[in-house]
Structures are given as C-alpha cells and as structure tokens.
C-alpha cells in the first residue's frame, strides 16, 4: 500500500489554505501551502509533491497557467483544481492541460478524502504496471536462455515470429536444453504474457493422475475427490500450457488431448458440462515422437495437431561455443545467492569443461557449477573443482565385484543427468522400470549415500 500522499495547498485566501490544511491534517496528510502561483511553482522546484490541491481563480499567475508549469517541472503531481466559477469549459481545459479532477467550492472535506482515495488507487496502479512491465521486458529479453552460437541466435529469430501467433508449438531436444525456457520465452513474447503461463510434466504423473490434473474434476468423480476442483486447462485460460514430456503420455489422454485441440473445449472428470477455454498449447519432449507413432504409442493425429511449429533444441555438445557464456552466467548467478565475490574460472578447468560431452547438457553444467563453487577453496574454479577432473580420474579404481561396479555405474549416470530417470534410463540403454528396480536394489540414494 502506497503511503498518503504529500499535499501542496494553493489559494490566494488565507481561509481556504488554512481550513483545507487543517482538515487534511487531521487526517493524517502531511500538508503545506501557497499563497498564489509563482510561490507555487518554486515549491515545486525544490521537491515532488504528490497531490496539489490547486485554485483556478488568482491574482497574478492563474490556476491554469500554474497548472502548465507544474506539470512541466514535475509531471508525476497529480492536481486537483479548485474553482467556485466551475464551467464545462474551464473543467474540460483543466483535464486537457494534465489535471487529475476538479472541485467546486464550497465543497464537503468528504469529497476531497474521496477525490484523494482515488488519486492513492491511481498511483498504486501506475506503480504495478510500470514493476509488471519491467519484468515482462526483462523476460521478453530471453536472459535466461543463454548462447551467442549460430544455431541459438536462429533459435531466438524463430521465437520472435512464432510468439505473436496463437500457433501450437513442439519444442524438442534431450533433457536438461532448456525447453522450458524456450516455452517461456515464447509466452513472454506473446499477446498472452499478462495471462498465466502453466506447466505440468507429463511423464512425472501417472495416468489417472495426470487427467484430472489436466482437466479437473468434480466432487465425488473418484475416491478422495471431496470437493470440485479446476484443471491446467483452466487456470491457463487466456494463456498458455505447457506440457512437458508430453511423449510419456498415455493413449487415453492423448485422445482427451487431441479433442481439446480441435474444440477448445474439455470436462471436468465425472461431469456432464462442456468448459470452453482460450488456451494455447506448447510442448516438448525428448522422445522420437515419429518412432513412437510407428510403435503406435503416440497418435499421429495428436502429432500433426502439436506440430504445427517445431523448435529443436541443439544438445550442449553440439554448441560448444556457448560453454564460457553459460558458464560465466552460472557462476554469477550462484555466487550471488552465495553471497560470494564473483569467481573466475581457470583455462585448465574451461579446457576439461570444453573437452566433456555433457549427457546432461546445460542442467548438467549447471549442477557442475555449483558443486564447483560449494566445494571449492582457490579464488578461481580448478580442475580439482570438477566431478570429472584428470584427478578424480587417475584415482579411480574398478571394483572386482561385478555388482558393484554396475552400481557405480548407475551412480555416476544419475549423477551426470541430475537424476533425470528417462534420460539415465536412455544412457544406460535400460527401461525407466528397470532402473528404479536397480535403484531399490542397490539402495541408491539422490544425495550420493548408500544405505
């Protein structure tokens, strides 16, 4: 809530000043006053005021020439004219020449406090906007999506003209490129970037739990649904839905899905009423949707509808020559929420970083980087610093056993992918099933630690 304004009374009557001053006062209203326009006007020279409570008919300077100077020197005062000789005229003038209202004298202390109540509302408004625009700008940026390489700055063309369309978009490319962020950058971008931007991982649900998630349900459709509760599809109304892992989905849903694309309309789970929602769909996957059709584990209807756009992702070690920049963007991010004096990085320790393939790609490096910075003790990053540096390397020893060697094995794979199970599964060439099934075996645990 924005503070009371500062008031600045004008009247060339000694009455009028002192019991406008002494009412807003009483109010709590910081208040001082001027006797005529020139006094007014070097007032306002020497600080802002935000509200000016000013008289139309004067000695010398009038109201409206006042007015003009003011707004000249500080156009953020509102002002509020005063006159006993109110015309359309003059209240037309005054409202052209920047005036927020007028009064008409004799008038009730309560319409001021009103006419004040409006001008707070307006101000607090004005300072929403002006934040949620400094942000949208900051978003519209792409400042998350970091990369000066050839096939990123062709990236960041096609985001600028896919985002003012309201056409659906498949972002591909392995886990950890950043499709989310290209998600983003598309709605911040966009006509919607007001609305909200939602997003659900697909793969991360099982079925029944990803269609109620996905279009609602109401009370008493299942067990434990003890009240009507609203889907993504709604609260992304007017926005936009992301829907990630969206290969991982389950035919059933997929039909769902594909009705929604072709009638922008949904029910809730165990309702009879048709939602109708504006949404706009972008998703990603990591998948070989066009393998999965053959194996006929995704529609290729569903496909057709999703791929109207496509923006693939390049892996990290396809774009090598972004590595110093997201590197150097990494560091200061987290030496910040460290509360560190910003690192730098040793050409031994970036020549190891060049040199790695990055199964994990920019999640991967990043996860890197703050181990780096959590673990090291130079004023720089050192190779020693790295998971996979020629040290840690050289003092590896294979286990004997073969059980235990396949359990470091599966560690390090979790490791380098940040736990990403598809992505684990896919280096280990194993399914996801078969890895968590390793997992319990051998009691992995995420921090490292085996029981």
């Not at 306002?44 to 004067?58: G, Y």
């Not at 309201?166 to 709605?187: F, M, N, P, R």
């Not at 649900?205 to 889907?231: M, N, R, V």
């Not at 393998?291 to 584990?297: C, L, P, V």
Request: charged content about 30%; hydrophobic content about 40%.
């Amino acid at each position: 809530m924005i503070k009371k304004p500062q008031i600045l009374v004008v009247d060339d009557e000694m009455a009028m000043r002192e019991s406008l001053s002494d009412w807003l006062a009483e109010d709590g209203y910081k208040v001082e006053v001027a006797a005529n326009g020139k006094e007014a006007v070097d007032m306002v020279k020497s600080r802002e005021w935000d509200v000016i409570l000013l008289d139309l008919k004067m000695p010398g300077m009038d109201g409206l020439t006042t007015l003009k100077h003011i707004k000249k020197i500080s156009p953020k005062s509102e002002i509020l004219m005063m006159t006993a000789y109110a015309t359309v005229d003059t209240a037309v003038q005054a409202m052209k020449e920047g005036a927020f209202d007028y009064l008409v004298k004799p008038f009730d202390p309560d319409v001021i406090e009103i006419l004040l109540k409006k001008i707070i509302t307006h101000r607090e408004l004005i300072l929403e906007n002006s934040l949620l625009r400094k942000q949208l700008e900051e978003k519209n940026q792409y400042h998350e999506i970091i990369g000066q390489s050839k096939v990123m700055n062709d990236i960041f063309d096609l985001i600028s003209r896919v985002a003012p369309t309201d056409s659906s978009v498949l972002v591909t490319g392995e886990s950890g490129t950043g499709k989310e962020l290209i998600a983003q950058a598309i709605h911040g971008n966009s006509h919607r970037c007001y609305m909200p931007f939602i997003a659900i991982n697909c793969g991360a649900l099982p079925e029944t739990l990803l269609e109620s998630e996905l279009f609602g349900y109401e009370k008493g459709a299942f067990t434990g649904a003890q009240h009507t509760k609203k889907g993504r599809f709604e609260m992304a109304d007017k926005g936009t839905l992301f829907l990630d892992e969206i290969g991982d989905i389950s035919l059933k849903t997929q039909i769902g899905l594909l009705r929604f694309l072709q009638t922008k309309e949904f029910d809730h789970l165990g309702g009879q009423e048709l939602i109708k929602v504006d949404v706009r769909i972008i998703a990603a996957t990591n998948h070989d949707l066009q393998k999965a059709i053959r194996e006929k584990r995704f529609r290729e209807d569903l496909f057709y509808r999703l791929n109207i756009i496509t923006i693939n992702v390049p892996p990290l070690r396809e774009r090598k020559e972004d590595i110093p920049l997201l590197v150097d963007n990494f560091i200061s991010k987290f030496c910040l929420d460290m509360n560190k004096e910003k690192m730098k990085l040793s050409t031994s320790a970036l020549n190891l970083l060049m040199n790695y393939d990055w199964p994990g790609n920019v999640r991967e490096l990043e996860n890197v980087i703050e181990r780096a910075l959590v673990i090291g003790v130079e004023k720089e990053i050192v190779p020693d610093d790295l998971p996979f540096s020629p040290k840690e390397q050289r003092a590896y020893h294979y286990p004997n056993s073969l059980k235990l060697m396949e359990k470091n094995h599966i560690e390090k794979i979790l490791t380098d992918t940040g736990w990403n199970i598809s992505l684990s599964a896919r280096e280990l060439e194993i399914d996801r099933q078969t890895l968590y099934n390793k997992i319990a075996k051998y009691q992995i645990k995420k921090e490292g630690k085996v029981l």
